[in-house]
T-cell receptor, first 112, second 115 residues
Framework: AQSVTQLDSQVPVFEEAPVELRCNYS??????LFWYVQYPNQGLQLLLK??????LVESINGFEAEFNKSQTSFHLRKPSVHISDTAEYFC??????????FGTGTRLKVLA | DTEVTQTPKHLVMGMTNKKSLKCEQH?????MYWYKQKAKKPPELMFV???????INESVPSRFSPECPNSSLLNLHLHALQPEDSALYLC??????????????FGPGTRLTVL
């Protein structure tokens, strides 16, 4: 069965510091991976996705994630966070079907 | 344009009320989804419509009744809800269900409170 693990439920980090949000998946077949961000009282916004090709994918607001097949990971990174990055981040995987398998989410709290 | 709109933004209803949530997209997507999200939890899939036909019902109670009047609209009719149904209801759409690469785009959600 497919699953997604986000081990860190909450990550506090100071403004302008780097951050890594971890995501690991389990699947025996090819996967497609996504990161979504959810600001308070809002829906989910697609941050970035890995479908094929280059294993390093970037978003327009400075986040990047690297697909690592050997470690079954898709960690999200940003070299310098802003207060406005405070939000809930969900990792999701599709494997073989249309159905998203979501992780439990990581709350990123950026401190001034 | 990757916008999915949902109305209303907030809804408060009693357990005997009948109400509807609406979702709309104009991206030409042929698959639409309803999710339920409780606080501090990931979204849970409820229904999937593909080409205006119900494809998947994730064993959702009959007090939730989806309807897809056309390819751009998806409604969720609510009747005799329970307080535990209070949650954020999210709509999403994707180009189709043809393959695993169909990225889902989410609306802002309707915050439902059942008294």
């Amino acid at each position: 069965a497919q699953s997604v693990t986000q081990l860190d439920s909450q990550v506090p980090v100071f403004e302008e510091a780097p951050v890594e949000l971890r995501c690991n998946y389990s699947s025996s077949v090819s996967v497609y991976l996504f990161w979504y961000v959810q600001y308070p009282n809002q829906g989910l916004q697609l941050l970035l996705k890995y479908l094929s090709g280059s294993t390093l994918v970037e978003s327009i607001n400075g986040f990047e994630a690297e697909f690592n097949k050997s470690q079954t990971s898709f960690h999200l990174r940003k070299p310098s966070v802003h207060i406005s990055d405070t939000a809930e981040y969900f990792c999701a995987v599709i494997s073989g079907t249309y159905k998203y398998i979501f992780g439990t989410g990581t709350r990123l709290k950026v401190l001034a | 344009d990757t916008e999915v709109t949902q109305t209303p933004k907030h809804l408060v209803m009693g357990m005997t009320n009948k109400k509807s949530l609406k979702c709309e997209q104009h991206m030409g997507h042929r698959a639409m989804y309803w999710y339920k999200q409780k606080a501090k939890k990931p979204p849970e899939l409820m229904f999937v419509y593909s080409y205006e036909k119900l494809s998947i019902n994730e064993s959702v109670p009959s007090r939730f009744s989806p309807e897809c009047p056309n390819s751009s609209l998806l409604n969720l009719h609510l009747h005799a809800l329970q307080p535990e149904d209070s949650a954020l209801y999210l709509c999403a759409s994707s180009q189709g269900l043809a393959g695993s690469t169909d990225t889902q785009y989410f609306g802002p959600g309707t915050r439902l409170t059942v008294l």
